[in-house]
Nanobody
Framework: QVQLVESGGGLVQAGGSLRLSCAAS????????MGWFRQAPGKEREFVAHIAWSESSTYYADSVKGRFTISRDNAKNTVYLQMNSLKPEDTAVYYC?????????????????WGQGTQVTVSS
């Protein structure tokens, strides 16, 4: 049984930073791509970033490019999302997800497992 547990969310002022972590268990972490998604109140869940199994490939939504960095530590079975220069519009529940292959994707239905989410609130 795969489990993904996010942590690191919280309340931060605009311009601040947070680092989210997602700890995975249940299958060989290094064999799968990972992604971060978010869902703001009243909106559909949207793609944020994904990373391939070896960190060789990363991809970001335009809205976070240059501000967010996705990374992973396969020895710790953990994927991270470093979020800098946060804006109020970044306020959302952030979810990590494990892809069905070694790569990542922007498409939610290509991910097999999801975490429970962690709340990020950015005040103006």
């Amino acid at each position: 049984q795969v489990q993904l547990v996010e942590s690191g969310g919280g309340l931060v002022q605009a311009g601040g930073s947070l680092r989210l972590s997602c700890a995975a268990s249940g299958r060989t972490f290094s064999g799968y791509g990972m992604g971060w998604f978010r869902q703001a109140p009243g909106k559909e869940r949207e793609f944020v970033a994904h990373i391939a199994w070896s960190e060789s490939s990363t991809y970001y939504a335009d809205s976070v490019k240059g501000r967010f960095t996705i990374s992973r530590d396969n020895a710790k079975n953990t994927v991270y999302l470093q979020m800098n220069s946060l804006k109020p519009e970044d306020t959302a529940v952030y979810y990590c997800a494990q892809h069905r292959s070694v790569y990542g994707s922007q498409k939610e239905d290509t991910y097999d497992y999801w975490g429970q989410g962690t709340q990020v609130t950015v005040s103006s």
